[in-house]
Each structure stands twice: as structure tokens, then as C-alpha cells.
């Protein structure tokens, strides 16, 4: 696939010109021998990496820019890197002097050189280590900041280099968390086209389209991944970039994140404030479509109220102070600032039942999203296993909580309340 052609942009009958300014991307065998060449002219570089992504490939990325890296952050491999305030201090404290920071890794390095790139206008490139997600060529930086999960609009990257012969030596789960991160779309793409019809946002039919054809392309190779292929490997990560491209083209996530990145993200909220385990991102969200799929099929056979569920103000705080412990005021604060509870859909949900349960359908059922997870070896009893029916019940509730975007657990939430 030429994504270089695709940055270039195309004029839509959604009625905008969708274009990404990210300069170059190489997906293929030596890709990180372009280096020189594309960073030419720079010549004071932050190097940022973790142990294990520097194990990877930072040996490789310092034979090609010899003494134009001035500068390194390399952070411990030993635990999870969470991107905080004491992470992006520290990237930031290595910015003076410098004209280019370089990130070597995949979800938090980039997110983190994104981030500070943005903060400090400094332009950024990342050399990805692992197929595990999205975020590559989005201009979303996910963060943890104020102890919530918030997503930064944060530009983009001047290039991206996925060096496949690197890539091909990433941990399976990685890769196995990448092509669950492309299922989620399943669950992402139908929230958006809902949202659309109850709320009027923007929708795009050909970001729709282009993103559904990734989703298909990348089933395809299932297995090929599993047995370690590398144009597997290579197919796997076009569509992960391509993705974030149509993100830019979108002016957000939408495409890409809906109910199922809520549910990951609560898991990873409640894991950290409360030092317990949860699933690589992807992971999570490949799981968390299972469950999206479930509440949809839910919905379709159920008969719409006459009207919305609300609990009291005082009932909502305690409520959210029992699943989120220190965050809860952060989502009470964000809900309030949106006026969420407030907005009473009754009767947009009475008049459009019907093409609301049409659009529902159109997302494959639990059983099928199980069935695609099985080919490359996610079994959904390990989710049930780590989380638990309470947990998972109170995400289905509260996830929604956590961002300031429609989806089916609104819908779930206003139609069913608390599960």
C-alpha cells in the first residue's frame, strides 16, 4: 500500500480535504537505513527509548545518525511505563539545545515524544519496535495526567520508520495486542455511525469505508502473524499507521476508539490507582469489543422505555467514588463540564429505535468477535479470569465516565442504568 500517496490527501464527498502533514512513512526490511537521510536536516537529536526498545533497535538507530544524537532518555524495562507527569518532566528536562527528539518504541514513547514534541515545539519521529497499536500516525497523545486517562490533541510525527526487519522480532503478544487494537474498530466504527444518528456528528464515509478495509486486510493474515510471516508483520503495521492517518483525516479518534477503548482504559485507570493487573492496551480493547458486542445484542432485543435512567447527583458521586477511589472527581468534573447527565435523548431513542437497532446490527455478534481473537490465540476466559463479572459490570457502567464522547454504553446507560 502507498501510504506516502495517501498523506498527500484527497478532496471527499464528506465535503473536506482530508490530508496528514507527517512528511514520510517506511514500513519495509532496512527501513531504519533511511534515517540519515530523512533527518538530514537536523542535527542535535533526544534520543528516547525504554531498555527493551533500546535492546531493539538502538544500536542500529545510533550506527545511522552518528553524532547528531546529543541526548538520551532511556527508561527502565523492568516496569510498566506509565506517560505521567514525572515521565514527560523527564523528557522535557533533556529538551534544551536540541532540534529533533527521537522516539524508538511503540504506545507510551511515542505518546510521550508526541506529547512533549507538542509542548516544546520541537518536531518529532518515531522508530517503531512492535505492531501493538494505532497511535502511530494519530495526533492523539494518551496520557496519564492528574491521575486521569486524557487524550491530548498533539500533532503529529515529521516521519514514522517501521523497520520491518525489527518489527519482526517484536514479542508475540505484542503483535497479538496490535491485531486486537484492529478488531476493536468493529465496535469503534459502529459507535461513530451511532453517534451520528442520535447526536448529528460529522461522519465520513470514506474514513468509514478505508478503515473497515484495514480491519479486513489484517484478519486476513491472522494466521500468518502467529507463525511469525513478515509481510504479515508488514500488513499488520500499514494498517495500524493507516488507521492513525485516517484518524488525522478525521479531526479525532472516532474511527479508531469508542466503547471498547473506554472499557480498556477504565481497566488501566482502576489497575493503577488501585496497583492491580490489566492487559496491554490492545489487549484490553480486543477483549473489551467481546463485551461492547454483548451490550449491543442486548439492546437489539430489548423494547426502548418511555424514559432515560438518572440517579441523583449525590448517588452519581458515590457511585463513581466506589469504582475510580482518587479519579472519581476528575470524571464527576468532566461529566458536569459537559452537562451529560442533563441531556435527556428519550426521544430522539423513541424516534430512531429502529434505525438505531439496524445500526447496532451491523457489528459483528460476540460470538464472531470471540472467533476472530481465537486466530491469533485470544482467548476471552483470560478477561473473565483477570477482571472478574463486578468489574467488568462496573466498566460497562462507568467507562463511559472517563471521555467526553458518545457511544453504545451512553445508550446502554440511559436505556438500562447501572448493570
Not at 10 to 19: D, E, F, L, Q, V
Not at 117 to 123: A, L, R
Not at 152 to 171: E, H, K, M, Q, R
Not at 197 to 211: A, H, K, N, P, R
Request: hydrophobic share 40%; aromatic share 10%; charged share 25%.
Amino acid at each position: 500500500m502507498d501510504i506516502n500517496q495517501m498523506l498527500k490527501g484527497i478532496n471527499c464527498s464528506c465535503g473536506k480535504t482530508h490530508a496528514c502533514p507527517i512528511k514520510l512513512v517506511y514500513v519495509e526490511d532496512g527501513a531504519i537505513s533511511k534515517l540519515g537521510e530523512v533527518l538530514k536536516d537536523f542535527n542535535k537529536i533526544l534520543l528516547v527509548a525504554d531498555e527493551n526498545t533500546f535492546v531493539a533497535a538502538g544500536e542500529k538507530v545510533k550506527k545511522e545518525l552518528s553524532n547528531k544524537i546529543v541526548k538520551q532518555v532511556v527508561f527502565s524495562g523492568e516496569t510498566v511505563l506509565i506517560p505521567n507527569e514525572q515521565s514527560i518532566d523527564r523528557v522535557k528536562d533533556n529538551c534544551k539545545d536540541i532540534d529533533f527528539i527521537l522516539g524508538i518504541g511503540s504506545g507510551v514513547i511515542q505518546d510521550l515524544c508526541k506529547y512533549v514534541s507538542f509542548v516544546e515545539k520541537i518536531p518529532y519521529a518515531i522508530v517503531a519496535t512492535a505492531p501493538s497499536m494505532d497511535g502511530y500516525a494519530s495526533s492523539g497523545a494518551a496520557m496519564i495526567t492528574g491521575g486521569m486517562k486524557v487524550t491530548y490533541s498533539a500533532g503529529l510525527p515529521y516521519a514514522i520508520i517501521a523497520d520491518t526487519d525489527v518489527l519482526f522480532n517484536a514479542p508475540l503478544d505484542m503483535i497479538k495486542a496490535g491485531y486486537g487494537d484492529i478488531i476493536g474498530k468493529y465496535s469503534s466504527l459502529n459507535d461513530w455511525k451511532l453517534s451520528a444518528l442520535v447526536s448529528g456528528e460529522y461522519f465520513c464515509d470514506y474514513i468509514y469505508q478505508t478503515t473497515m478495509d484495514m480491519v479486513k486486510k489484517t484478519v486476513s493474515v491472522a494466521d500468518g502473524l502467529l507463525k511469525g510471516d513478515k509481510n504479515s508483520i508488514k500488513v499488520l503495521t500499514e494498517a495500524l499507521i493507516v488507521v492513525g492517518i485516517l484518524m488525522s483525516f478525521a479531526g479525532n479518534s472516532r474511527p479508531a476508539s469508542g466503547s471498547e477503548h473506554h472499557l480498556s482504559h477504565f481497566f488501566e485507570i482502576v489497575g493503577i490507582v488501585t496497583d492491580t493487573p490489566y492487559f496491554a492496551h490492545g489487549t484490553d480493547v480486543a477483549y473489551s469489543t467481546v463485551i461492547t458486542a454483548q451490550i449491543r445484542e442486548q439492546l437489539i432485543k430489548m423494547k426502548f422505555p418511555k424514559k432515560i435512567y438518572r440517579t441523583t447527583d449525590e448517588k452519581l458521586k458515590e457511585e463513581l467514588r466506589s469504582v475510580y477511589y482518587s479519579v472519581a472527581d476528575g470524571c464527576y468534573n468532566l461529566q458536569k463540564k459537559l452537562g451529560t447527565y442533563k441531556n435527556n435523548r428519550i426521544d430522539v431513542y423513541l424516534e430512531k429505535e429502529e434505525k438505531i437497532k439496524e445500526i447496532l446490527k451491523e457489528m459483528p455478534s460476540a460470538k464472531e468477535i470471540e472467533r476472530l481473537l481465537a486466530l491469533v490465540k485470544l482467548d476471552i476466559k483470560e478477561y473473565y479470569a483477570l477482571y472478574g463479572k463486578e468489574k467488568i459490570n462496573n466498566a460497562k457502567s462507568y467507562a463511559k465516565d472517563l471521555k467526553d464522547r458518545y457511544t453504545v454504553l451512553w445508550l446502554n446507560y440511559d436505556l438500562n442504568g447501572v448493570r
